[in-house]
């Protein structure tokens, strides 16, 4: 959180002052602003499915331009902290019942893996466990 702050690559992450809730919040406000502009003073959230996933799309390839901020740079911002929420053990308060655990057939934080070890490109069939199942 200290500069200088230039340009990175995208291999060394986001080289930026402002906190990722500060981003959450600048970007917010300004999407929030840019969607009642162009959508008849509706909020996003009251836009159709369609008209959402087109305001999604263009942050995604930049063609919308958010105000104070980057609207691409905030898009994968949304995306990786959606993703981490959506994989997460549910002690973190995401991924509810597992449910993105079940999609992809992780088995969970269990103890011991030893005897699955040899069992290569084999179903496991085995319910996901949280940590706090575990606890």
Same mark, same amino acid.
């Given at each position: ?12 992450? /986001? ?31 009251? /836009? ?77 069939? /085995? ?9």
């Amino acid at each position: 959180m200290q500069g200088p702050f230039a340009q990175g690559t995208p291999q060394q992450g /986001l080289q930026a002052q402002a906190t990722p809730a500060q981003t959450y919040r600048a970007a917010l406000k300004s999407l929030d602003t840019y969607v009642r502009a162009h959508f008849g003073g509706k909020s996003f959230a009251a /836009l159709a499915s369609a008209d959402q996933d087109a305001v999604i799309s263009g942050l995604e390839h930049s063609t919308i331009v958010l105000d104070g901020a980057e609207g691409k740079r905030f898009f994968e911002l949304l995306l990786q902290n959606t993703m981490e929420g959506f994989f997460a053990d549910p002690l973190y308060g995401g991924n509810r019942d597992m449910v993105g655990w079940k999609m992809v057939g992780f088995p969970g934080a269990r103890y011991d893996y030893r005897d699955y070890v040899e069992r290569h490109n084999q179903k496991l069939d /085995l319910a996901p466990i949280s940590i706090l199942s575990r606890i």
